[in-house]
């Protein structure tokens, strides 16, 4: 068989792959759920041993400098989890792993306990369930509220699907309930290019919450906005704490102080603390590598 054929057929098996475990949140073995005959729901994601996002040893190097090294992190369903750490920690490189865009070069990255990450590609990674705000908002300014928030619902179509797309009643409902979490239901008919920095973020996130995420991914998400927009981004956070999964990298101390439950640590690539962002804030390495003293 040439290598052409080759890649061809492992495209196509990886293709069955995506589709079931979309379907079955299953990998083709079954996984765990198979010995347990247990139920399983469409779409859902194996969190039964406790855990929604799980890396273990991840290390990735650029050029031989290892900006993510040896990394292990766990994120409960549900969970908001913060993470802090000094520029050049590896907090970005690690979304970059988690959502495909960045290979590492050892280590294990799951989604659920069945999902192994590692073997998709980042439009499928954003397909099983996971969303990733970038820091600076990417909303279709020419656009309105309403036309970016349907825009979401057909990503990921074809160009004849889209063409043909019409909202159904549960996507409508899905659309007013998004505008009422966001806080933007009176600007539904407004030019995105219009609003403030803040309610260009939160248009994003809703974007995002269109797809209804499993996990949603935020890098830096208050950074720009102003103290009033910033409150308001932690109400809206900590209202789509348990029902989504979340990780933010942040380095407004107030807002991780709002917002959190647990903090981690990143520093050199890896955990340096993990806690309460009390018990991280009188971590004596912390103070030295970051919070300064
Ligand atoms: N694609 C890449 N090629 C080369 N080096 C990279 C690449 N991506 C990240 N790095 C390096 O890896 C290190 C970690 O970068 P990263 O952006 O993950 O840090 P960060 O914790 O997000 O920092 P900040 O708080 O400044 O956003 C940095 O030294 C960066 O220069
Ligand atoms: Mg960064």
Redesign the pocket.
């Known amino acids: 068989m040439t290598p052409d054929l080759m890649e061809q057929g492992a495209q196509r098996v990886q293709a069955r792959q995506v589709a079931l475990a979309l379907h079955t949140g299953q990998t083709e073995s079954g996984g765990r759920a198979a010995g347990f005959s247990r139920l399983n729901t469409p779409g859902e994601v194996d969190v039964t041993h406790g855990c929604i996002l799980y890396l273990e040893n991840v290390t990735v190097s650029?050029?031989g400098?290892k900006?993510i090294d040896q990394l292990s992190l766990d994120i409960a369903p549900g969970e908001l989890r913060c993470i802090i750490?000094?520029?050049?920690?590896?907090?970005?490189?690690?979304m970059?792993i988690i959502t495909g865009k960045?290979r590492p070069d050892s280590g294990m990255v799951f989604f659920g306990s069945t999902i192994d990450l590692l073997r998709y590609t980042e439009p499928q990674i954003a397909q099983l369930g996971i969303g990733r705000k970038f820091q600076k908002p990417t909303v279709f300014e020419q656009l309105t509220v309403f036309e970016n928030l349907e825009l979401a619902l057909k990503t990921h179509k074809g160009v004849r699907a889209s063409m043909f797309f019409r909202l159904d009643a549960a996507q409508r409902d899905r659309l007013a309930e998004v505008l009422l979490t966001i806080h933007l239901s009176a600007d539904v008919a407004r030019l995105a290019g219009t609003l403030s920095h803040g309610q260009k973020q939160w248009l994003e996130i809703g974007m995002l919450l269109m797809q209804d995420p499993k996990l949603l991914l935020l890098d830096?998400p208050v950074a720009g906005m102003t103290d009033e927009e910033t409150e308001r981004t932690a109400e809206l956070f900590l209202s789509l704490k348990g029902k989504h999964s979340l990780l933010v990298?942040e380095?407004d101390m107030s807002f991780i102080d709002t917002i959190s439950d647990i903090v981690t640590v990143?520093c050199d690539?890896s955990v340096l603390a993990q806690g309460t962002l009390a018990q991280v804030q009188a971590d004596e390495r912390v103070i030295e590598v970051y919070l300064g003293r």
């Open positions: 650029f050029d400098f900006a750490g000094p520029n050049g920690a590896g907090k970005t490189t690690m970059d960045t830096e990298i380095h990143l690539g």
